[in-house]
C-alpha cells in the first residue's frame, strides 16, 4: 500500500514541485494539501493521511501549531517539519510538538524521499548532520538549555544509557554508536529503546530534544 502523504505549504509552487517528486515513486501518493495550518487540521480530520510535509511558516496557523493540533488528534499521521533553517528559528519546537524529523527544504530530492519511508517506518533519524547543523543553531534559544545535566528525568538512565542518550542526541546513528562504544548495533538498539521507555518518549527526536532542553548536550555536541 502506498504512503499516503499531505503537502502543507503556503506556496502553491513549492507543493507542485514536491508533488512531482512524489508522484514519480511508485509507493507514494499525494492525497491531499493545504494552504495554511488551519486548513491542515480540517484535512487531516477527513482524510487518511500517513505522512504531512508540514511548513513552519504560515499564514492562520503556523506549521509548529498546527503540527501540535495534529498530533493530539486521535491515531495522528506522521509529521515531517520543513524548514528553510535561516529563517525559521522557532522550527525546533516542531519537534517538540510531535513532529517525527525536521529536513532542509531545499534537500536533495532523493533524501527527502528516504526521510518520509523513514518516519513512515516509525524510525524517526534525520540525517545527522542536519540534525547537528539544526540543533547546534537553536538549542541556544530553548529555555531549559543551560540547566544542570543532573536533571531527574535522566536519573532513570544508567550510566551506559546516557552514553548512548548523548551520542544520539550529537546525530549518530546505531552504526556509529555501536562503533564508537564498540557495542553491537543489536545492543545499541535496546539501549535506545530502555531510554524511549524509561523517559515515556515517542522516538529519537524526542530523545534529542530532551538531552538538549536538560543540558545533557549542548550547542556544538559539547556534554
Known sequence: MAIRVMLVDDQVLLRTGFRMVLAAQPDMEVVAEAGDGVEALQVVRSTEVDVVLMDVRMPKLDGVEATRRICAEPNPPKVLILTTFDLDEYAFSGLKAGASGFMLKDVPP??????????????????????????????????????????????????????????????????????????????????????????????????????????????????
Open 110 to 223: 532523493g533524501e527527502l524521499l528516504a526521510a518520509i519511508r523513514s518516519v513512515h517506518s516509525g524510525d524517526a533519524v534525520v540525517a545527522p548532520s542536519t540534525t547537528r547543523r539544526l540543533l547546534d543553531r537553536f538549542a541556544p534559544m530553548l529555555p531549559g538549555t543551560g540547566t544542570e545535566p543532573g536533571h531527574k528525568e535522566l536519573e532513570r538512565l544508567t550510566e551506559r544509557e546516557r552514553e548512548v542518550m548523548i551520542l544520539v542526541a550529537q546525530g549518530l546513528s546505531n552504526g556509529e554508536i555501536a562503533a564508537r562504544l564498540v557495542l553491537s548495533e543489536a545492543t545499541v538498539k535496546t539501549h535506545v529503546g530502555r531510554i524511549l521507555t524509561k523517559l515515556g518518549l515517542r522516538d529519537r527526536v524526542q530523545v534529542v530534544v530532551l538531552a538538549y532542553e536538560t543540558g545533557l548536550v549542548r550547542a556544538g555536541g559539547q556534554t
